[in-house]
């Protein structure tokens, strides 16, 4: 599949699509403490985006049985929320979220440190978040996707960070998962001219440890396998003329 460009229509829906999901994301982000379980933060989450008169994107995806995928400490994505799983004072909290606004979808995910946290698991949030922002000043009419892959790995490893090579970002639109594929990391290759109109949904996932990670047995679940922390970060971003657009981030969020 060849990457689309979206009109005007287009990008406006995707617009209104980042802003609900950025809005989603915030609400979840209030309850996170000592003591909640992932089921009530994924039945939160799912609430705020139905009583939005929007779909969750990952229900039921490819057989994904939740609408937030939640992962904790070594988990890097697709954890699976559950009522039993409970979050302690300590832990770091990866939420992914979609939705569909009017046939448009949009992605993003956020790293929380629950209570006080180690420095360690501080410095990977903090990195993966950075990451993604050295990645997108190359988001830019002109440049090519390794542009952005190139840099946002380099970033992670010259702060010790691993990178995750199995899981990539994405295009977004009325698929949740579109041409083209956006590794972390350098390819050897330029990759495609970016273009005006593009939306991509970029996502470092990175760890503490060792990059590698390994399928759980509920055939969801990604973790770490030498049980280092891992952190994600991820947006939706509009590619223009000038600076991206960052569609799932609210103007005053710091996040
Ligand atoms: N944000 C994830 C991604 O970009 C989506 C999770 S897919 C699901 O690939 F199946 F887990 F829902
Ligand atoms: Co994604």
Redesign the pocket.
């Known amino acids: 599949m060849s990457v689309t460009i979206k009109s005007q229509r287009e990008i406006d829906l995707m617009r209104e699509a980042g802003r609900l999901l950025a809005i989603v994301h915030q609400k979840m982000g209030e309850i996170i403490k000592p003591g909640i379980s992932t089921g009530k933060i994924n039945d939160y989450g799912e609430k705020i985006i139905r009583d939005f008169g929007c779909i969750p ?3 039921n ?2 057989g ?1 049985p939740a609408s937030i ?1 939640i992962s904790v400490n070594s988990e890097v ?2 954890g699976i929320p559950s009522d039993s799983i409970i979050l302690k004072e300590g832990d770091i909290v990866s939420l ?1 979220a ?1 939705l569909i606004y009017k046939g448009f979808h949009a ?1 993003s ?1 956020r790293t929380y440190g629950v209570g006080n946290i180690s420095e360690e698991a501080q410095n990977l949030i903090d990195i993966t978040r950075q990451s993604f922002f050295e990645g997108i000043k190359n988001a830019t009419d002109g440049k090519h996707l390794n542009d952005i892959c190139s840099s946002i790995g380099s970033y992670a490893m010259q702060n010790k960070c691993g990178v995750v090579k199995e ?1 990539v ?2 295009g977004i639109g009325t698929e ?2 579109e041409a083209p594929q956006i590794p972390n990391y350098a390819m050897n290759r330029r990759g495609i001219k970016l273009q005006k109109g593009m939306t991509l ?1 970029i ?1 470092p996932m990175l760890t503490a440890g060792c990059p590698d990670v390994k399928w759980m047995s509920d055939g ?1 679940t990604v973790r770490t396998k030498d049980n280092s922390l891992s952190a994600h970060y ?1 947006n939706t971003v509009l590619i223009t003329d000038g600076e991206p657009e960052i569609l799932t981030l609210l103007s005053e969020e710091n996040q």
């Open positions: 994107s990952f229900l995806y490819r994904y995928c994505v697709h992914d979609g992605d995910a899981l970002g994405h949740l998962h949904a996502e969801w991820e």
